[in-house]
């Protein structure tokens, strides 16, 4: 055969190729389209065939304009409420895609996803032995319902938050607690400067879209509002980003539907003013860390709520910030907490993530819940290299807790499989080599003292190592067995203290 031959022959078996090709559906074309405009698209295979025909596809629905009887987001909402809701503009008043679209679409995800997902957990988990545990009992009350944990090592302390707005010191040393005063809301955030007290509230903690929460500094009798009307605060933090010797606030307000990151600023005659630096629902927690090296602590973010990221804000001058999404999640992950610590030990610090919320419209047990490690290049681009499963992970430190040079990880799950590894609320990471991200893990056995949600670490007892103290949470968002949910009720356990056995 000679060249000319060959070529034609080469084109024709091309093209043959290419018009023989399978194209995608139109379903398909529907879901890439619609389901990645404002957010990673899921995948399919990732949700079961009834929680995405029960619960997502209707509220998919409803922010298409495609709202009736069975999905319709005002259903049950105050006037109040439901002003609010319009005013977000999430839902529009007519159908953004053809009902004929939306039908193919349906039938699509429908057909694709799985009847169930396959969430069998193979990890080897031991008990908890390098930690003795001690229970904490702060009152005569059964149940818990802590929002707010922090260890005041200063002090020799543990300060408390309630559901209820009660603000509490628990004394190490004697073995008391100390109801310090009331501030109505939830309690998210409390700190103690001599005979100031800075509270934040978090106002309604159900999800709803009117913005109650507030910052307040109490001092005696006296209470100052800094900044009201917050949507839904989860996380505050003072740091003085510009080093002029004022602290910044930094406030992640959750929101709902809406939400957003706002730095409050002090002014020349002591008021706070607001600034927006993210406007996103699900804004959850704020890191202040100088991570280009240029003398100024940028802010590190994590957003869940839909379009689930991390978020670098490098400062400039005048608290400016340029913005730069550095991670993203399926919006089905539950992005729930995340660390920042040098993993490798290279110079730079790398992003420890944890995905496990799973108290909204698709709670069934995920097989992609757990830690994730994703190391730093150097210029801050970040690659996922480890996952530790773990359905329901909602909380993550990294810690070298037993002092062999490499970092371990104390993870807590505020969904965990109840049904097969109930006792999976707590565990503990020991780090064997870190190259080869080799763990041994332990879970803390006894399920029924309480339900474990808020947790923290230090050194409380001054021995040179880091201990680690549990809040619990009476408080059930998604179906728990019966035995569990009594034996919570009529529990007195409000605290846990994992006392480091190293030293």
């Known amino acids: 055969m000679d060249f000319k031959s060959c070529f034609y022959c080469i084109l024709f078996c091309f093209l043959i190729s290419c018009n023989t090709a399978e194209k995608p559906s139109k379903g398909e074309i529907l879901f890439n389209t619609n389901c990645a405009s404002c957010h990673i698209a899921p995948a399919v295979t990732d949700l079961p065939k009834n929680i995405w025909k029960d619960n997502v596809l209707p509220a998919m629905g409803a922010r298409m304009g495609i709202i009736n009887a069975e999905n319709h987001p005002y259903h049950k909402l105050t006037f109040r409420e439901q002003m609010a809701v319009i005013k977000t503009g999430v839902y529009p008043s007519r159908p953004t895609i053809d009902l004929a679209d939306w039908e193919l679409l349906k039938d699509y995800i429908i057909e694709l996803a799985p009847d169930s997902l396959n969430n069998i957990n193979t990890i080897k988990s031991s008990p908890l032995t390098q930690f003795e545990t001690k229970p904490i009992t702060l009152d005569s009350v059964k149940g818990s319902l802590y929002t707010f944990l922090k260890i005041d090592t200063l002090n020799h302390s543990i300060i408390t938050g309630s559901r209820k707005g009660e603000l509490a010191s628990y004394d190490l040393i004697k073995k008391q607690n100390t109801v310090l005063d009331y501030f109505g809301w939830a309690i998210i955030d409390a700190k103690l400067v001599g005979d100031s007290t800075y509270v934040t509230n978090m106002g309604v903690m159900d999800p709803n879209e009117i913005p109650r929460g507030n910052t307040v500094l109490r001092y005696g009798s006296s209470t100052a509002i800094l900044q009201d009307s917050l949507h839904r605060p989860v ?6 980003l510009n080093k002029n010797g004022s602290e910044e606030i930094v406030i992640s307000e959750f929101g709902d539907l809406r939400g957003k990151l706002s730095l409050l600023k ?19 927690r704020v890191i202040p860390r100088d991570m ?47 660390e920042l610590i040098d993993y490798n030990g290279d ?41 530790h499963p773990l359905n329901g992970a909602t909380r ?20 965990p499989d109840y049904n097969e590894h109930p006792e999976f609320n707590f565990v503990y990471l020991e780090n064997i080599e870190s190259s080869t991200y080799t763990y041994n893990q332990n879970h803390f056995e006894d399920t029924k003292m309480a339900r474990w949600f808020l947790m923290d670490a230090a050194d409380i007892d ?17 179906p728990v067995p019966e035995f569990l949910e009594e034996a919570w009720s009529e529990s007195y356990t409000d605290l846990l203290i994992l006392e480091n056995k190293l030293h």
């Not at 996380?235 to 003085?240: A, E, I, K, V």
């Not at 993550?396 to 969904?415: P, R, S």
């Not at 201990?467 to 998604?478: E, K, M, P, Q, R």
């Open 235 to 240: 996380h505050t933090l003072y740091t003085d």
């Open 266 to 284: 002090k002014d020349s005659f002591g008021f706070y003013r607001k600034k927006v630096l993210l406007n996103l629902p699900g804004t959850l």
């Open 292 to 338: 280009d090296k240029d003398g100024k602590d940028d802010l590190v973010v994590m957003t869940a709520q839909g379009d689930e990221s991390v978020y670098i804000l490098y400062q400039k001058d005048n608290l400016e910030f340029e913005i730069e999404k550095v991670l993203r999640f399926s919006p089905v992950y539950g992005s729930s907490w995340f």
């Open 347 to 387: 110079g730079f610090d790398d992003i420890i993530t944890v995905n496990g919320d799973n108290a909204d419209k698709s709670f069934v047990n995920k097989p992609y819940h757990g830690m994730r490690i994703h190391i730093n290049d150097g210029k801050n681009n970040f690659k996922e290299t480890y996952f």
């Open 396 to 415: 993550v430190i990294a810690n070298d807790f037993d002092q062999d040079g490499d970092i371990d990880f104390a993870l807590l799950a505020t969904f």
């Open 462 to 478: 001054g021995d040179g190592d880091e201990d680690i103290v549990l809040s619990a949470l009476t408080y059930s968002f998604t």
